[in-house]
Protein backbone atom coordinates (compact mmCIF):
# COMPACT_ATOMS: atom_id res chain seq x y z
CA UNK A 1 0.00 0.00 0.00
CA UNK A 2 1.39 3.34 -0.79
CA UNK A 3 2.54 5.30 2.47
CA UNK A 4 0.56 8.37 1.89
CA UNK A 5 -2.81 6.45 1.73
CA UNK A 6 -1.91 4.72 4.76
CA UNK A 7 -0.40 7.70 6.45
CA UNK A 8 -3.64 9.33 5.46
CA UNK A 9 -5.90 6.32 6.47
CA UNK A 10 -4.62 5.82 10.09
CA UNK A 11 -4.49 9.29 10.67
CA UNK A 12 -8.69 9.53 9.91
CA UNK A 13 -9.10 6.21 11.65
CA UNK A 14 -7.39 7.45 15.06
CA UNK A 15 -9.62 10.83 14.07
CA UNK A 16 -12.92 8.88 14.36
CA UNK A 17 -11.57 7.29 17.44
CA UNK A 18 -11.06 10.30 19.12
CA UNK A 19 -15.01 11.37 17.98
CA UNK A 20 -16.37 8.70 19.50
CA UNK A 21 -14.57 8.25 22.28
CA UNK A 22 -15.45 11.61 23.22
CA UNK A 23 -18.85 11.06 21.91
CA UNK A 24 -19.30 8.33 24.95
CA UNK A 25 -17.30 10.57 27.17
CA UNK A 26 -19.74 13.47 26.13
CA UNK A 27 -23.07 10.85 27.21
CA UNK A 28 -21.59 10.62 30.59
CA UNK A 29 -20.82 14.25 30.96
CA UNK A 30 -17.39 13.87 31.16
CA UNK A 31 -16.11 15.46 27.76
CA UNK A 32 -16.53 18.85 28.56
CA UNK A 33 -16.55 21.83 31.26
CA UNK A 34 -14.35 22.25 34.68
CA UNK A 35 -13.62 18.93 35.05
CA UNK A 36 -12.69 16.85 32.03
CA UNK A 37 -11.91 12.97 31.31
CA UNK A 38 -11.72 12.52 28.12
CA UNK A 39 -11.58 9.18 27.63
CA UNK A 40 -10.30 9.90 23.58
CA UNK A 41 -7.51 11.73 25.34
CA UNK A 42 -5.88 8.38 25.72
CA UNK A 43 -5.09 8.66 22.09
CA UNK A 44 -2.30 11.20 22.93
CA UNK A 45 0.16 7.95 23.69
CA UNK A 46 -0.54 7.33 20.05
CA UNK A 47 2.51 9.54 18.01
CA UNK A 48 4.82 7.33 20.08
CA UNK A 49 3.57 4.83 17.32
CA UNK A 50 3.21 6.54 14.42
CA UNK A 51 3.30 10.60 12.93
CA UNK A 52 -0.12 9.69 11.70
CA UNK A 53 -1.74 9.97 14.86
CA UNK A 54 -0.66 14.07 14.94
CA UNK A 55 -2.93 14.99 12.89
CA UNK A 56 -5.57 12.21 13.17
CA UNK A 57 -5.43 13.50 16.89
CA UNK A 58 -5.83 17.15 15.71
CA UNK A 59 -8.68 16.71 13.33
CA UNK A 60 -10.21 14.44 15.71
CA UNK A 61 -10.52 17.07 18.34
CA UNK A 62 -11.81 19.82 16.21
CA UNK A 63 -14.72 17.72 15.18
CA UNK A 64 -15.48 16.55 18.91
CA UNK A 65 -15.47 20.32 19.95
CA UNK A 66 -18.02 21.44 17.08
CA UNK A 67 -20.46 18.62 17.44
CA UNK A 68 -20.68 18.46 21.03
CA UNK A 69 -21.63 22.01 21.15
CA UNK A 70 -18.29 24.08 21.82
CA UNK A 71 -17.95 27.89 21.85
CA UNK A 72 -15.57 28.82 18.58
CA UNK A 73 -12.86 29.73 20.54
CA UNK A 74 -13.08 26.69 22.78
CA UNK A 75 -12.77 24.31 19.49
CA UNK A 76 -9.45 26.56 18.19
CA UNK A 77 -7.71 26.40 21.18
CA UNK A 78 -8.91 23.10 22.80
CA UNK A 79 -7.78 21.61 19.49
CA UNK A 80 -4.73 23.34 19.14
CA UNK A 81 -3.83 22.47 22.73
CA UNK A 82 -4.75 19.07 21.87
CA UNK A 83 -2.40 19.57 18.17
CA UNK A 84 0.98 20.74 20.69
CA UNK A 85 0.32 17.81 22.98
CA UNK A 86 0.77 15.39 19.89
CA UNK A 87 3.66 16.90 18.79
CA UNK A 88 5.17 17.19 22.24
CA UNK A 89 4.17 13.51 22.52
CA UNK A 90 6.05 12.47 18.88
CA UNK A 91 9.23 14.44 20.21
CA UNK A 92 9.34 12.11 23.43
CA UNK A 93 8.42 9.21 21.77
CA UNK A 94 11.78 8.02 22.88
CA UNK A 95 11.25 8.69 26.48
CA UNK A 96 7.69 6.62 26.41
CA UNK A 97 6.82 7.26 30.10
CA UNK A 98 7.42 10.95 29.72
CA UNK A 99 5.11 11.36 26.20
CA UNK A 100 1.82 11.67 28.43
CA UNK A 101 3.44 15.06 29.62
CA UNK A 102 2.98 16.78 26.82
CA UNK A 103 -0.71 16.59 26.41
CA UNK A 104 -0.95 17.05 29.97
CA UNK A 105 0.47 20.27 30.01
CA UNK A 106 -0.48 21.84 26.96
CA UNK A 107 -4.74 21.47 28.15
CA UNK A 108 -3.52 21.82 31.85
CA UNK A 109 -2.45 25.57 30.60
CA UNK A 110 -4.81 26.35 27.81
CA UNK A 111 -7.88 25.00 28.76
CA UNK A 112 -8.46 26.71 32.00
CA UNK A 113 -8.18 30.37 30.48
CA UNK A 114 -11.08 29.43 27.75
CA UNK A 115 -13.16 28.09 30.44
CA UNK A 116 -12.57 31.20 32.32
CA UNK A 117 -12.79 33.62 29.57
CA UNK A 118 -15.07 31.98 27.10
CA UNK A 119 -17.34 30.12 29.53
CA UNK A 120 -16.98 32.65 31.67
CA UNK A 121 -17.12 30.34 34.63
CA UNK A 122 -16.80 31.58 37.93
CA UNK A 123 -14.18 29.49 39.35
CA UNK A 124 -10.19 30.66 39.56
CA UNK A 125 -7.67 29.57 37.04
CA UNK A 126 -5.72 27.74 39.42
CA UNK A 127 -9.10 25.50 40.28
CA UNK A 128 -9.69 24.99 36.54
CA UNK A 129 -5.91 24.22 36.49
CA UNK A 130 -6.40 21.91 38.87
CA UNK A 131 -9.02 20.46 37.83
CA UNK A 132 -8.32 20.08 33.95
CA UNK A 133 -5.17 19.10 35.17
CA UNK A 134 -6.25 15.89 37.08
CA UNK A 135 -8.68 14.94 34.22
CA UNK A 136 -5.57 14.81 32.11
CA UNK A 137 -3.44 12.81 33.93
CA UNK A 138 -6.29 10.54 34.32
CA UNK A 139 -7.07 10.50 30.45
CA UNK A 140 -3.61 11.32 29.33
CA UNK A 141 -1.63 9.64 31.75
CA UNK A 142 -2.76 6.70 33.50
CA UNK A 143 -5.35 5.36 30.19
CA UNK A 144 -3.09 6.60 27.88
CA UNK A 145 0.22 4.35 29.56
CA UNK A 146 -2.46 1.54 30.28
CA UNK A 147 -3.30 1.74 25.58
CA UNK A 148 0.41 2.42 25.13
CA UNK A 149 1.53 -1.07 26.97
CA UNK A 150 -1.64 -2.84 25.40
CA UNK A 151 -0.34 -2.75 22.18
CA UNK A 152 3.34 -2.28 22.23
CA UNK A 153 3.94 -5.54 21.02
CA UNK A 154 1.99 -5.29 17.91
CA UNK A 155 2.48 -1.29 17.02
CA UNK A 156 4.68 -2.29 14.14
CA UNK A 157 2.04 -4.63 12.55
CA UNK A 158 -0.65 -1.56 13.30
CA UNK A 159 0.86 1.35 12.24
CA UNK A 160 3.63 0.41 9.69
CA UNK A 161 3.96 3.13 7.38
Known amino acids: MNKQIRFITQAAVIAALYVVLTFMANAF ?78 NTIIIPFVLKYVYELGDTIPFFMLTVGIGEVISCGILGIILMKAIEKSSKNIFAL
Do not use: M, W
Not at 31 to 50: C, D, G, K, M, Y
Not at 79 to 87: E, K, N, P, Q, Y
Open 29 to 106: GLANHAIQVRISEALTILPVFTPAAIPGLFVGCLISNIVTGCALLDVVFGSLATLIGALGTYALKKYRYAAPLPPILA
